[in-house]
């Protein structure tokens, strides 16, 4: 169904090889792969890459070999940094170059020492990945996740992969043929604790308060917080985001279903945007990670059914809101409101 809206969207979505800078056609510098933000990192093999302005390029050049000792590249993606480290490397096989290792924001810390895959064999017939501080099995052809962390990848075809799944009894497993993988679609009030997406968990255990590190304005009034802790309509909205995912129907498209983890860092920042975006009456892109949505008008539900429905939605990979949602390269997510969310529900989703 489609619905008239007296609300407003606004998108924008760029990766690391999307080009923002503009080169003019006599520039000598071939501009073939150019970056969007100087000052940040990124791996390509075991090689640090640092973005830079050059000769009015923002293009990525070599800055350090990891495997000069023997290191590997990580990338941490909510930093758009990458380091040198000595653990296995992540391996992200199936969801795109953003996702690297990333220690998630969640409770602040920054633990190289515990890598999520120690142990982790996929049953050998796959490869782990770490995505939001979790491991996440990446099954080899022929094969699917399974277990009630999807940590093990048994033979597809044959038994569905949604045996065994309860959804922690808050929810229904949904296998998705494009992806061959099982995914929980939780209840309202619950939504998947990890990246595998395989159990329901009330969503304040997920959608959760933590540190900001460094302290950052949340709410635009020029005072800093060392804290952010979400308001109820940012949790339904990651609760629905979440929802969306694992439900929605992708049609054949390149859309993903597992869910993404929350961002405290990044839903700070998408209040202080949603906060600017009220105080001058109107929508704008600043201050995103890898993809950013922008609405106005109306409640959660509402928002991300104009996201999702609207007229101009398009499936990916199409620019859309509807394709930042359910993009296959993001695994986590910050959304933030202006508070009072009961004025004109201001809101920003920053996807990484
Ligand atoms: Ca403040």
């Known amino acids: 169904m489609r619905r008239t809206y007296t ?3 606004l998108m924008v979505f760029t990766g690391w090889t999307l080009a923002l800078a503009a080169c003019s056609s006599d520039d000598s510098h071939s501009c073939s792969d150019t970056c969007d933000k100087a000052d940040t990192y990124r791996c390509s093999g075991s090689m640090i890459q640092k973005c830079v302005m050059n000769d009015g390029c923002l293009t990525w050049t070599d800055d350090h070999d990891c495997s000069s000792d023997g290191r590997q590249c990580v990338e941490k993606p909510e930093n758009m940094t990458a380091s040198c480290v000595s653990a296995q490397p992540a391996n992200n096989s199936n969801n795109g170059s953003n996702n690297g290792s990333n ?16 142990g982790v064999d996929c049953s050998g017939h796959g490869t782990c990945s770490v995505q ?60 998947p604790s ?5 159990d329901c968990v009330p969503t304040s255990v997920v959608c ?24 109820s309509e940012e949790c339904e909205m990651y609760e629905l985001l979440n929802r969306t995912r694992a439900s929605h129907d992708p049609e054949g498209a390149p859309e993903c279903h597992r869910p993404l983890m929350w961002n405290v860092q990044w839903a700070a920042h998408g209040r202080n945007h949603s906060v600017k975006m009220k105080d001058q009456g109107g929508l704008f892109h600043d201050d995103y990670p890898y993809g950013q949505n922008c609405a106005y008008g109306c409640g959660p539900d509402c928002e ?40 004109r529900y201001w809101n920003t989703q920053n996807f990484l």
């Open 7 to 9: 609300a407003a969207l």
């Open 103 to 118: 220690n998630g924001s969640n409770n602040g810390s920054n633990n190289n020492s515990t890598d999520p895959c120690s």
């Open 132 to 191: 939001g501080n979790q491991a996440v099995c990446s099954c080899e052809s022929g094969y699917t996740s399974a277990g009630p962390e999807g940590l093990e990848c048994v033979p597809a075809g044959g038994a569905s992969s949604c045996d065994g799944i309860t959804c922690s009894g808050h929810g229904t497993c949904q296998e998705w043929p494009n992806e061959g993988e099982a995914v929980c679609i939780c209840d309202s009030g619950y939504t």
């Open 194 to 198: 990890g990246p595998h997406g395989l």
């Open 208 to 231: 959760i308060s933590g540190p900001l590190n460094p302290p950052y304005d949340a709410d635009d009034d020029g005072q800093t917080e060392t804290e952010f802790t979400p308001q």
């Open 304 to 343: 991300m059914d104009m996201y999702m429905n609207g007229s101009d939605e398009p499936h990916c990979p199409d620019l859309s809101h509807h394709c930042n949602i359910m993009r296959c390269s993001f695994s986590e997510v910050g959304i933030g409101y202006a508070p009072p969310p009961s004025d």
